[in-house]
């Protein structure tokens, strides 16, 4: 099961996806025929416009990213549990010619995570005038389950050293930034 991260709106939005000025970003209209917008609806009735929001070809899940100290830290305990673990260590070596190649796509993969996180802050900011947005993060299938949590952010939430982890079930209403 995936994180899904709804952008919600009460007026039209432009869809994003291999836009160059937010790159590693999908924002795209959840179909109507589908029961996730019925569902939010009965939770969230202001819900006139529910979008998918995603890194580039891959679910909500990836959505984050942590700072490049943990990252790297993660890296290592991976490598190093690869001792420990004959089937992981002989998938890996027919996968990556060498750990430093592996690494490397690691690396690029949080990257595009990273970018598309830093992208989704910086079009709410070039949205945030037009329209009163809203962020609904559930597990996919869980659509319409009760809120647990309700926070208010602003654009500058999607940046920093990380971004993570989501609260589940949580409504975050997006609010201008204070000049």
């Known amino acids: 099961m995936c994180h899904v991260l709804y952008l919600i709106s009460d007026k039209p939005l432009p869809t994003i996806k291999q836009d160059q000025q937010y790159p590693h970003l999908t924002i795209e209209v959840i179909p109507e025929y589908t029961s996730p917008p019925q569902n939010i609806r009965k939770l969230i009735p202001q819900a006139q416009y529910i979008y998918g929001v995603y890194p580039n070809d891959l679910c909500g899940c990836y959505f984050q990213y942590e700072s490049s100290v943990e990252r790297e830290e993660e890296l290592n305990d991976y490598i190093d549990s690869l001792k420990y673990d004959v089937n992981l260590s002989k998938w890996f070596n027919q996968e990556y010619p060498s750990i430093d190649v592996y690494k490397q796509k690691q690396r690029l993969f949080w990257q595009e995570c990273h970018d598309a996180v830093i992208s989704f802050g910086h079009y709410l900011r070039d949205h945030i005038h037009l329209a009163h947005l809203m962020l609904y993060m559930t597990w996919c299938g869980d659509e319409g389950e009760p809120i647990v949590e309700?926070?208010?952010?602003?654009?500058?939430?999607?940046?920093?050293?990380?971004?993570?982890?989501?609260?589940?079930?949580?409504?975050?209403?997006i609010c201008a930034e204070d000049n």
């Open 150 to 173: 309700q926070e208010q952010i602003t654009p500058a939430f999607f940046g920093g050293e990380s971004c993570y982890p989501w609260s589940d079930d949580t409504l975050y209403t």
